[in-house]
């Protein structure tokens, strides 16, 4: 159990201060890679169901079945796909000028002050992450029932 009034080490500190760091910059490498994932959804989804569906004056009905469902489908993906997208606010550690103003402390007491600011922030960047990823998952569904669905237009009409 941690005892929050015991005085700090100095290195288990220091120690804290760099692992939390580290855990943040990978959570921000895993945020960023999330939003790249979800800026090139919607255009993957419109190019590969362009390749499948030739534009043709005369569609059958099956092909219409697929059609519709298709496009809606595609239409949820890049919608929840750009909500991923959505700004949000973030915390990358503590607070620049509280920190300035907190440099007359002594180093194990400054550095657990700033260990718990990181903890701080790796909490609410693994929460936005989760709900990213979460999103992302169902935006990637649609869209891969969408190229599907694009795919059976395809099968439905020929392959001419």
């Known amino acids: 159990m941690v005892r929050e009034d015991a005085p700090p080490k100095a290195t288990s500190a220091a120690a804290a201060v760099a692992a939390?760091?580290?855990?943040?910059?990978?959570?921000?490498?895993?945020?960023?890679?999330?939003?790249r994932k979800?800026?090139?959804?919607?255009?993957?989804?419109?190019g590969?169901?362009?390749?499948?569906?030739?534009?043709?004056?005369?569609?059958?009905?099956a092909q219409v079945l697929a059609l519709l469902p298709g496009v809606a489908s595609g239409a949820i993906s890049a919608i929840l796909a750009l909500?991923?997208?959505?700004?949000?606010?973030?915390?990358?550690?503590p607070n620049a000028?509280?920190?300035?103003r907190s440099t007359h402390f002594p180093p194990a007491y400054y550095n657990r002050a700033v260990a718990g600011s990181?903890?701080?922030?790796?909490d609410l960047?693994?929460?936005?992450?989760?709900?990213?990823?979460?999103?992302?998952?169902?935006?990637?569904?649609?869209?891969g029932a969408a190229i599907?669905?694009?795919?059976l237009v395809r099968v439905a009409g020929g392959t001419t």
């Open 148 to 151: 599907l669905l694009f795919a």
């Open 48 to 61: 590969i169901g362009g390749l499948f569906i030739v534009p043709d004056a005369t569609l059958t009905g």
């Open 38 to 46: 979800a800026a090139l959804l919607p255009v993957a989804v419109a």
């Open 97 to 100: 000028q509280q920190s300035a």
């Open 83 to 93: 909500r991923v997208l959505r700004t949000t606010y973030l915390s990358f550690g």
């Open 20 to 35: 939390l760091q580290a855990e943040l910059e990978m959570l921000e490498r895993a945020l960023d890679t999330t939003d």
């Open 118 to 122: 990181l903890a701080d922030a790796i």
């Open 125 to 143: 960047m693994s929460d936005v992450l989760r709900r990213k990823a979460g999103r992302l998952n169902v935006a990637m569904s649609f869209g």
